[in-house]
């Protein structure tokens, strides 16, 4: 055999060809007796071989992996059961130091129209608190109204008891509402 060193030394490019069974049959001898000679060529035959016959075995190898029952309904529910904590802290707080960064450069573009938005911004929030408040007043007074409501359909009837126990459970509701309705209107005075 004649070692050539180089592979562009040798013109056989028909390598391919003769391992897919492609070339005639003067040609395949002629391709063989080439072999015999060239050990470029002979290697990389045999590596085209060695290639090919891996690629076989392992394209028909059965893995024996095979999936559980109900595998994609698994995997759903797991995912779904683990949702909680989707950003990292290092996400939070870089979304926060950007909205601050836009709230900060929309403050110098606006200039003094920056302070007729936060006042109407406070106006608008403002009425909005005194609606809650009202809101707040008007369930405490239905709540107390159904107190005596209860109280004098429940005193004809002998179950006191659950008379006493609903009477609680509504003014317990009622003194929460207007303690709420009370702190929230201190807050808009001070305010």
């Known amino acids: 055999m ?3 060193p180089d592979s562009t030394a040798c013109p056989r490019d028909d390598i391919a060809a003769f391992v897919d069974g492609e070339l005639s ?4 001898s002629e391709f063989e007796a080439h072999i015999s000679e060239c050990w470029t060529c002979a290697r990389v035959l045999r590596e ?5 016959a891996s690629l076989s075995a392992s394209l028909s190898e059965d ?3 095979g999936l559980p029952t109900n595998f994609a309904r698994r995997v759903i ?4 059961s683990r949702v909680t904590g989707l950003r990292s802290t290092h996400e939070q707080f870089t979304a926060v130091f950007i909205s601050a960064a836009l709230l900060f450069f929309s403050m110098f573009a606006l200039g003094s129209g920056f302070g007729e938005i936060v006042a ?5 929030a403002e009425k909005l608190l005194t609606v809650a408040l009202f809101s707040a007043r008007a369930a405490a007074n239905v709540l107390a109204a159904a107190t005596v409501v209860v109280r004098s359909l429940f005193a004809a009837s002998a179950s006191w008891l659950y008379f006493a126990a609903f009477t609680v459970v509504l003014l ?20």
């Open 120 to 124: 109407g911004s406070a106006a608008f």
């Open 63 to 65: 893995p024996g992996i």
């Open 48 to 52: 085209q071989r060695q290639f090919l």
């Open 77 to 80: 529910a797991a995912a779904e």
């Open 25 to 28: 049959a003067a040609a395949a």
């Open 2 to 4: 004649t070692n050539i």
């Open 172 to 191: 317990s509701a009622a003194a929460v509402l207007r303690q709420i309705a009370r702190s929230a209107h201190i807050s808009a005075k001070n305010s």
